[in-house]
């Protein structure tokens, strides 16, 4: 892999790393800040070597170039912050210390919440081993906290994806349609059972961790069952799930699971204050109501412009039963551009999750007195009220697995997003 160089551009827009590991996708994802980072994006080479040669793209602001050349810090810059899930943190560091830790720990919770911070915090821990390593290798730890020393050597090695005795297993980068996979195959899971065969590098633990384990298909989920049947000795499996509900119920049982809750509303403005200074407080306060207790998300919708894509959802939505197809097949337009992916992706979860709040106030729950978005209230109440409960659950799910066929199968994304828009309107007649 090519020596990495120094941040050079003067507006700070585009750095290309060419010829990168896949690990050096994960790294970036994993070490620089929400805070830091306007946008990361990856897609394959036409050239590429090998099926793991990828071409990163990472956009930055400017006060971040800054800071790169004023500090030095390159990649390693990152906010390892575990915020909201302090009882879950001790109990795990309270298992190590009574030498009780579970072979397999199920982390689950909503997505963009810190499951997999606190997974990767968990095997820094254990791989650091707390009880012998020299202090200029272990920083201090308060009573319950797992976190080591940023400036270690082994949380550096962790986050660029560099120790030998951790895995991590995720959708892989799919070379033939340059892009990632749409799930988690057999090869991947069969990897982990290869690891936990090998001898600790280090002569400590080995951990794997499975970040959105739901997204295995069937065979790469009986294959990491297997591993599981028979736990290795002194090997850790960390299963991280936005939807624990679709791992086999033979996994669950065989793992202890830590259900992590949602954060609340003014922990996550008060984070997103944090990493999008520059936000208004007004949007702040609706992006964290549309986030539903996800950080990440709100960071998400509030780079994909998310409240702006939510009005104008619900202004199309208010003119059902009759839509007005100029405007809706210019925002389909807009959308299914390839430079439009963060809008799209916004767009589903938007819409699913009005849909949500519509099925749930057609169900006699009611609406929130605080409105996210001016007239939210009245759309949601009036299409409420031209279907039952169930017909709009229904039309979510299916909304749900067109949007996921569309994606599979590489469909026009327009079309995803105009069917989605008049099965509302058919639903509202």
């Not at 660029?160 to 349609?177: I, Q």
């Not at 009986?222 to 299963?239: D, M, Q």
Request: proline share 5%.
């Amino acid at each position: 892999m090519k020596k990495r160089k120094p941040l050079t551009d003067d507006e700070g827009e585009v750095r290309e790393l060419m010829s990168a590991d896949l690990n050096d996708f994960r790294a970036a994802r994993d070490i620089l800040s929400p805070s830091l980072v306007q946008k990361l994006t990856f897609r394959g080479r036409a050239e590429q070597e090998t099926p793991t040669k990828l071409r990163i793209t990472i956009r930055l602001s400017r006060d971040v170039v800054e800071k790169f050349r004023s500090t030095g810090e390159g990649w390693q810059t990152r906010l390892d912050e575990l915020v909201g899930h302090e009882n879950a943190e001790r109990e795990l560091r309270r298992l190590i210390e009574a030498g009780r830790l579970p072979h397999a720990i199920l982390l689950s919770g909503p997505r963009g919440i810190g499951k997999a911070t606190l997974a990767f915090r968990l095997a820094r821990f254990l791989l650091a081993g707390p009880e012998d390593l020299p202090p200029e290798r272990f920083g201090e730890t308060e009573k319950g906290e797992l976190a080591i020393d940023p400036e270690s050597s082994l949380f550096r090695r962790v986050a660029s994806g560099g120790h030998a005795d951790l895995l991590t297993v995720e959708r892989a980068y799919d070379p033939r349609r340059r892009r990632l996979r749409s799930e988690i195959i057999v090869e991947d899971t069969r990897a982990i059972a290869g690891f936990f065969r090998l001898t600790a590098a280090e002569e400590g633990w080995r951990i794997a961790i499975v970040d959105g384990a739901e997204e295995m298909n069937r065979n790469a989920a009986n294959a990491l069952l297997k591993i599981l049947e028979e736990p290795p000795w002194r090997g850790v499996l960390l299963l991280v799930s936005h939807s624990p509900g679709r791992l086999l119920p033979t996994i669950r049982s065989r793992c202890r699971h830590f259900p992590l809750a949602a954060l609340g509303r003014p922990l996550v403005l008060q984070l997103l204050g944090q990493y999008r200074p520059g936000l208004p407080r007004s949007e702040g306060e609706a992006l964290a109501g549309l986030a539903e207790g996800s950080v990440g998300r709100a960071i998400e919708l509030a780079d994909a412009g998310g409240l702006a894509l939510y009005r104008s959802i619900l202004g199309m939505l208010a003119q059902v039963p009759r839509l007005d197809l100029g405007e809706l097949h210019a925002f389909a337009d807009k959308l299914a551009r390839s430079e439009a992916e963060d809008a799209y992706r916004a767009c589903q979860e938007l819409l699913s999750q009005f849909i949500a709040k519509t099925a749930l106030c057609a169900a006699g729950r009611p609406f929130e007195p605080d409105e996210l978005v001016d007239g939210e209230g009245e759309v949601t109440q009036r299409l409420a009220a031209r279907a039952d409960p169930a017909r709009w659950a229904d039309l979510r799910d299916r909304l749900g697995r067109d949007f996921a066929n569309t994606d599979q199968l590489n469909l026009d994304r327009k079309q995803a997003v105009l069917g989605a828009f008049f099965a509302v309107e058919e639903m509202a007649r």
